[in-house]
C-alpha cells in the first residue's frame, strides 16, 4: 500500500495532554514536529485532553509568537464539548473582577510571583478570596464558610467566562467535585473526584441527551475515536503513555497507530533495564498492535530490545538539534568563559541540587565563576535556600523561563545536564548546534547518544559532582580546549539536522 495514498490526503494528529508557551520537553518536541510536518501536509491537527482554564488565550499565543504554523489545528476535548461556543456572558456585576469590590474589605496576601491575592472580609467574617492574573485579570474566587473551610473555587479564562467551579472537600481541603461551563454559562459537564487521590470517577455530561458514566476517559475515548473517524487517513502519534489505552482502542480503517516514546521507561532509580514501568511493559507487550513504535535514542531502543526482543516496527527518529544558519549565528556574539548555564524546569528529575552542589567546587577553583539557571516550577524555593547555604548568591542565579535559548547558550562557556532521566534531552542537542559543549550525567537517555565524550563535550558519572565540577574548571580554564569542543559541538547540525529529521518522519508516516 506504501505510496499508493497521496501525501495530501494524508493528515498528521498529534495526540498530547495539553499545549502552553511556557513548555516542558514533550510539548516542545510535539509543536516542533507539527511545525515541520505542516510544512508539507495541508492540515495538522492537535489533539489535547486536559482542561485548561485559559486554554483559548495560550493558543492564541502561540499563534500570535508564530510558535504554530496557522494549518495546525488545535482541538480541545472540553472546547469542543462546549453546546454553546459563540456570544460571551460575563458575570452577574462588574464588582467581582475588580480588586475592590463595594460592601467588602479587602487585604492583601503576601504577592505570588507576579500575581496578586486578596482576602474579603464582610461583616467581620472572612467570606472569600481572589487571585488576579498578572495581567490584572481575575483568575479565581475561592468562597468560604463561617469557619473559614472553603466551600468552592470559580476559575475564568482571560476574557472573564467562568469556565469552572470546583466543589471541594471539607476535610481534605481538594475537590470533590469539578462542573464545568460553556460560554453562556450552562453546565455541559460533571465530574465526581475522590479528594483523597485526585482520580475523577463518575461523570454526567447534559446534552440533548443526558448520559452519565463509571469514568470520563473512558467517554474521550469515544470523542476520540469519533473525532479521527471525520478524517479519511490519519495517522496519529501518541505522545504520553497515559493515551496509549485512548488511542489503542480507537476503530478506523485508515488510520496508523504510532507511539512516541520521549521519556525514560525503566522505574527509579533507573539503573535496571528490566524493572519497566507498568504503562510501559502494557505497551510494549502490545507493540505488535502499533504501526510504529519510535524511539529517540538507539540506547533505549537497545534496552528495551534485550527485554522483549526485536520487532520491525521499532524505530529511531531523534529530534532535530539545530541547522547551518544556527551556526554561523554563533560566531557573531562572544561568549563569557567563566559562565555556566541551564535550561530546565525546577523539578527533582533534573537534579539541579547536584548541578548546584558541584558549582560550589567550581568556585573554590574559580571564584569569578557564574551559572545561571533558566526554569520554572515548584523547586525554586528549595533551590534558593540552597543557594544561600553555600553562599553561592554571588555565583548561581535561578532565572525565569526564557524562550531565546539561543542567545542564553551563545553567551556561555558550557552548559550542563543533571538530570537523573530523560528521553532525549534537547537541551543538548539545542545547546551544541550553537557550539556550547554540554557536561552531562550519563543519564538514561540521551547524552550517550549525542555527546562524543571529550570531543565536543563531556560525559561524567551520575551523581559525581567532583567529576562534573572538574570539567567546568577545564572547558572555563582553557580556552583552545573550550573553542575545539565548540568548533566539534557544531558537527550535531549535520547529525541531527532539521533536514533528517523532517525526511525521517514523512517517510514514517507514508501510506
Known amino acids: 500500500m506504501e505510496g499508493a495514498i497521496n501525501l495530501s490526503t494524508i493528515t498528521p494528529v498529534i495526540l498530547v495532554r495539553s499545549l502552553d508557551v511556557i513548555r516542558g520537553g514533550v510539548t516542545k518536541a510535539s509543536i516542533k514536529r507539527a511545525n515541520v510536518l505542516a510544512k508539507e501536509h495541508k492540515r495538522v491537527i492537535i489533539v489535547t485532553i486536559v482542561f485548561q482554564q485559559n486554554h483559548k488565550s495560550i493558543i492564541k499565543e502561540l499563534y500570535d509568537k508564530k510558535l504554530l504554523a496557522k494549518n495546525i489545528k488545535v482541538i480541545n476535548f472540553f472546547e469542543d464539548m462546549k453546546p454553546n461556543k459563540g456570544k460571551l456572558r460575563r458575570l452577574k456585576y462588574k464588582g467581582e473582577y475588580l480588586i ?125 475515536n469519533a473525532l479521527l473517524n471525520k478524517i479519511d487517513y490519519p495517522v496519529v502519534t501518541c505522545e504520553l503513555r497515559g493515551l496509549h489505552k485512548m488511542l489503542k482502542d480507537v476503530k478506523h480503517d485508515n488510520i496508523k497507530k504510532i507511539e512516541v516514546i520521549h521519556t525514560n521507561h525503566i522505574q527509579k532509580p533507573f539503573d ?28 533505549q531502543k537497545t534496552d528495551v530490545e534485550s527485554v522483549y526482543g526485536k520487532h520491525d516496527n521499532f524505530v ?120 556550547t559543549p554540554v557536561i552531562s550525567y550519563n543519564t538514561k537517555y540521551g547524552p550517550e547518544d549525542i555527546i562524543e565524550n571529550g570531543i565536543d563535550g563531556y560525559i561524567v558519572p551520575h551523581g559525581n559532582t567532583e567529576k562534573l565540577a572538574e570539567e567546568i574548571v577545564k572547558v572555563m580554564k582553557d580556552s583552545d580546549l573550550r573553542n575545539e569542543l565548540s568548533k566539534n559541538a557544531l558537527r550535531v547540525n549535520e547529525r541531527f539536522s532539521e533536514a533528517k529529521y523532517k525526511e525521517n518522519w514523512l517517510n514514517l508516516i507514508k501510506y
Open 316 to 435: 529511531v527518529i531523534p529530534h532535530a538539534g539545530g541547522d547551518d544558519k544556527r551556526a554561523s549565528e554563533k560566531k557573531k556574539i562572544n561568549y563569557d568563559p567563566k559562565l555556566a548555564v541551564t535550561l530546565a524546569r525546577y523539578h527533582e528529575d533534573k537534579r539541579l541540587d547536584k548541578a548546584i552542589k558541584a558549582f560550589k567546587l567550581v568556585v573554590e577553583k574559580i571564584p569569578e565563576a557564574k551559572y545561571y539557571i533558566y526554569g520554572y516550577g515548584k523547586l525554586k524555593g528549595k533551590l534558593d535556600l540552597l543557594i544561600k547555604d553555600l553562599e553561592l548568591e554571588n555565583n548561581v542565579y535561578l532565572k525565569e523561563y526564557t524562550t531565546n535559548s539561543k542567545e542564553v547558550y551563545q553567551k556561555a562557556a558550557c552548559s550542563i545536564l543533571t538530570s537523573r532521566q530523560e528521553g532525549f534531552a534537547m537541551v543538548i542537542t539545542e545547546s551544541m548546534s550553537l557550539g
Open 100 to 224: 475592590k469590590e463595594r460592601g467588602f474589605v479587602e487585604f492583601p496576601v503576601e504577592k505570588m510571583i507576579e500575581e496578586s491575592s486578596f482576602r474579603y472580609y464582610k461583616e467581620g467574617l472572612y467570606v472569600k478570596y481572589k487571585r488576579f492574573n498578572k495581567d490584572g485579570t481575575l483568575k479565581f474566587i475561592d468562597y468560604m464558610d463561617a469557619d473559614r473551610y472553603r466551600l468552592r473555587r470559580e476559575e475564568f479564562d482571560k476574557q472573564g467566562i467562568l469556565v469552572r467551579i470546583r466543589h471541594m472537600d471539607k476535610l481534605t481541603n481538594r475537590p470533590r467535585l469539578d462542573r464545568y461551563f460553556d460560554n453562556k454559562g450552562f453546565c455541559f459537564l460533571t465530574v465526581h473526584i475522590n479528594s483523597q487521590t485526585g482520580k475523577e470517577g463518575r461523570a454526567a455530561i447534559f446534552k440533548k441527551e443526558p448520559i452519565e458514566l463509571d469514568n470520563l476517559y473512558e467517554y474521550q475515548g469515544k470523542w476520540l
Open 272 to 299: 535496571d533495564i528490566t524493572n519497566i514501568k507498568k504503562s510501559y511493559r502494557q505497551l510494549f507487550e502490545h507493540a505488535n498492535e502499533l504501526d510504529n513504535i519510535v524511539f529517540l535514542t538507539n540506547e
